[in-house]
């Protein structure tokens, strides 16, 4: 079983460029999310989807997109790559409920520097 | 503002029992996850508390009371292999999860 997966593992990205993080899971989660990672910071939620076909803003959304056309897959698009976006970022699935966050599976990550 | 506090870094011995704290603030509760996370690699699930009390599974045990806003977790029989960052989450009233920075657990010999 994969779990998640997501590509690339490591990219280095001139400023300015578009760059799809791509996300596909497995599990059949109802839910799926993208955080950023950033030392001395606490993971930072994007964007997520609560199910396919509907998606929302987290807390630093600003220079991202998302869609989830499909249970599957969550790709993150950043429009305009700027420095500060450089980051590690998860993708993540978990089994949601209006009553329950359920347990993350995350990724393992997606290393991103924008230059 | 939803905050959460931990502990930036700690150390400890091989062998030796560590607590980890963690205090939150937030909008509503609706539970404390911890997870692992070893460098360079993906935050893996520890544990879940939604009520007050201590959880235990094997070498690790967490403890939470909503009343004060806190929740420990507590690693015994500490091995080299737990040297990892530690992370709690709390899922607020939109069932939303909000993160600590995490606490970096240094294990020595």
Redesign the interface.
């Known amino acids: 079983i994969a779990g998640i997966t997501q590509a690339p593992t490591s990219q280095i990205l001139a400023a300015g460029r578009r760059m799809t993080l791509r996300c596909t899971q497995d599990m059949r989660h109802n839910a799926m999310y993208w955080y950023r990672q950033d030392l001395?910071?606490?993971?930072?939620?994007i964007h997520?989807s609560n199910t396919a076909g509907t998606t929302g803003k987290?807390e630093v959304p600003d220079g991202y997109s998302v869609s989830r056309a499909n249970t599957d897959d969550f790709p993150l698009t950043l429009a305009s790559a700027v420095p500060s976006q450089t980051s590690v970022y998860?993708c993540a699935s978990s089994d949601?409920s209006?009553?329950?966050?359920g347990?993350?599976?995350?990724?393992?990550?997606s290393r991103l520097t924008v230059l | 503002g939803q905050n959460?506090d931990q502990p930036?870094e700690m150390t400890a011995t091989e062998g030796a029992i560590v607590q980890i704290n963690c205090t939150y603030q937030t909008s509503g509760f609706?539970?404390l996850?911890w997870?692992q996370q070893h460098a360079g690699?993906?935050?893996?699930?520890l544990s879940?508390n939604v009520l007050d009390g201590l959880e235990e599974k094997g070498r690790f045990s967490s403890f939470l009371s909503r009343s004060k806003g806190y929740s420990y977790l507590l690693l015994k029989e500490l091995q080299m292999k737990d040297s990892a960052s530690y992370?709690c989450?709390v899922?607020d009233s939109n069932?939303?999860?909000?993160?600590?920075?995490?606490t970096k657990l240094i294990i020595k010999p």
Do not use: S
Request: no cysteine.
């Open positions: 001395g910071l606490g993971l930072r939620l997520y987290g998860f949601w209006p009553q329950n966050t347990e993350l599976f995350f990724g393992e990550g | 959460i930036t609706n539970g996850f997870y690699e993906a935050p893996t699930f879940y992370l989450a899922t069932y939303q999860l909000i993160w600590g920075a995490g």
